[in-house]
């Protein structure tokens, strides 16, 4: 049910309210709302079932990002990536999953915060993981809600605020989808699902999550109509990674990295457009820096969008931005016997092909399915959320050959290097890694990718990364679904 705050949003729009002496402050406030697991289903990008009026109105009225990713398909990793402004295989312990982000890395709310402004989180900031070093969490100080930041804030001083929900992260509230209303028989399933009521009626759950965290992002931009403040108020509205399903999150292919963006600034830089630049989750932290008129870190990877922002147009604005990078290390120790490593990949992604290098194609990629000998306790296929979807494709893989052949792409072990012609294979299922036709491009990219990751000290590719694999692990694992309540208890991720 939509609240009447909603309701007023949808009503007036965004920028309603004439530009306040308040909202003229020299420096942008930034609200920052990201989702947990959202994948780039909004009305805006095609899809015709989930209903994202807020963001598809920060995108009409502001800036869409079409090509936008995360630097690992991961929780804590993506969101230290967005913290500092660095790919997380540059982070120590940060790159994989409850690793704590490093002191001695700097974080743009610090910065921010050193400089004049006043500074919070609520819900999920940084995490899942305990705050290692630091004083506290990396996205700053928690407050309940951003009505109470927002009746903290020093009047003289302008803001930055990461809302951190939790949706749509699992677990969901089964059919809670159906009696909100959505109709799972018209939903476009992804092509790496089989097409089964059981598989609709989760991502109808799902897409019931994505609108909740799409209403109250509405709600938070009402509080800044109200306040006078939304006309300097820079609000970014995306995701940590893709949607909480298999071959989706933890995995470096579309569906796991490829992210919903759009951000709006009211008054101060054209709306309406469609960038296809390609841009990474480690390019927030220097755009922050930049707007605030402050100097970016040398040890910041990530470039700021304040150019693209402001170009005034749509597609491809520079043309450097060609290609973007990305990866992941351990999401959870979900191999068999003593090994207590991830499933360590590096990608590179450009408009025609998709390049994946495999560190590790010895081991699977979701996870053993032996959770009686799994590393950890019970871990079942522990790279991948339980759900209605996973069960439904383990318990069916040998139903036919398309339902064995879906299994298999989420769940079988990958060669070292997969090859996706995007132009033939949009959904990314036929590796032409091996075809003597791509030979050239697989060299190509593959010496692309290798001395990109070179460049960004990289240990994957400069030595050193052994590490990855021994780090400390806080968290639990998705268990084995037969087991009793008792022993199938596993830490939200």
Same mark, same amino acid.
């Given at each position: ?71 690992s398909p991961s929780c804590a990793p993506s969101r230290a990536a967005i913290l500092t402004g660095q790919w997380h295989w540059r982070l120590g312990e940060a790159a994989n999953l409850f690793g704590p982000v490093s002191i001695n890395d700097p974080v743009y709310p610090d910065l921010l915060e050193e400089n004049g ?55 969901? $509230?089964?059919? *809670? ?5 959505? &109709?799972?028989? !018209?939903? #476009? =399933? ?45 609000? $970014?509205?995306? *995701? ?5 399903? &298999?071959?989706? !999150?933890? #995995? =470096? ?45 040398? $040890? ?8 693209l922002l402001t170009a005034g147009k749509s597609g491809r604005i520079d043309p450097s931005r060609d290609h973007v990078l990305f990866g992941k290390e351990r999401h959870a120790p979900a191999q068999e016997g003593s090994n207590s490593g991830g499933y360590p990949c590096r990608a590179i992604r450009t408009d025609d ?141």
């Amino acid at each position: 049910m939509e609240t009447r705050v909603y309701k007023k949003i949808m009503l007036a729009g965004i920028a309603v309210a004439p530009l306040t002496a308040k909202a003229a402050q020299a420096q942008p406030n930034i609200l920052f709302a990201i989702a947990d697991d959202w994948g780039t289903h909004a009305g805006v990008y095609g899809d015709q079932v989930v209903k994202t009026p807020t963001f598809d109105r920060l995108a009409k009225e502001g800036v869409l990002f079409e090509q936008a990713y995360i630097s690992s398909p991961s929780c804590a990793p993506s969101r230290a990536a967005i913290l500092t402004g660095q790919w997380h295989w540059r982070l120590g312990e940060a790159a994989n999953l409850f690793g704590p982000v490093s002191i001695n890395d700097p974080v743009y709310p610090d910065l921010l915060e050193e400089n004049g402004y006043f500074v919070g989180y609520t819900r999920k900031g940084w995490g899942p993981g305990k705050n290692g070093d630091r004083p506290r969490n990396p996205a700053g100080t928690v407050y309940k809600s951003f009505a109470e930041f927002l009746a903290k804030r020093p009047a003289d001083k302008p803001f930055c605020f990461w809302f951190g929900s939790h949706d749509p992260h699992r677990p969901y $509230v089964k059919d *809670s989808g159906a009696k909100d209303g959505i &109709p799972s028989g !018209k939903i #476009n =399933i992804p092509a790496c699902f089989p097409d089964a009521p059981e598989v609709r009626g989760d991502i109808a759950d799902y897409y019931f999550a994505v609108q909740r965290f799409d209403r109250e992002t509405g709600e938070l931009i009402e509080m800044l109509r109200q306040a006078g403040e939304l006309e300097n108020t820079l609000i $970014v509205m995306t *995701s940590d990674h893709g949607m909480p399903f &298999p071959r989706c !999150k933890s #995995n =470096i292919y579309d569906e796991g990295v490829h992210v919903p963006l759009a951000i709006c600034w009211p008054g101060h830089f054209a709306g309406g457009h469609r960038i296809t630049d390609f841009v990474s989750s480690t390019d927030f932290a220097p755009t922050f820096l930049e707007l605030a008129g402050l100097p970016i870190p040398a $040890v910041m990877t990530g470039r700021s969008l304040k150019p693209l922002l402001t170009a005034g147009k749509s597609g491809r604005i520079d043309p450097s931005r060609d290609h973007v990078l990305f990866g992941k290390e351990r999401h959870a120790p979900a191999q068999e016997g003593s090994n207590s490593g991830g499933y360590p990949c590096r990608a590179i992604r450009t408009d025609d092909f998709l390049l994946i290098r495999n560190f590790n194609p010895d081991r699977w990629p979701a996870g053993t399915e032996d959770y009686k000998h799994a590393f950890m306790s019970n871990a079942w296929f522990a790279d991948c959320d339980n759900g209605p979807t996973k069960i439904y494709m383990v318990e069916n893989r040998d139903k036919d050959a398309e339902h064995r052949r879906l299994f298999d792409l989420s769940f079988a072990k990958r060669p070292e290097f997969e090859l996706f012609d995007l132009r033939a294979d949009p959904n990314e299922q036929k590796n032409q890694a091996a075809n003597p036709e791509y030979a050239d491009v697989l060299n190509k990219l593959s010496n692309q990718l290798h001395e990109k990751l070179k460049a960004s000290g990289d240990p994957r590719v400069i030595g050193g990364a052994e590490k990855f694999d021994t780090y400390l692990y806080g968290g639990g694992t998705p268990k084995y679904p037969g087991l009793p309540p008792s022993e199938n208890e596993a830490v939200k991720q």
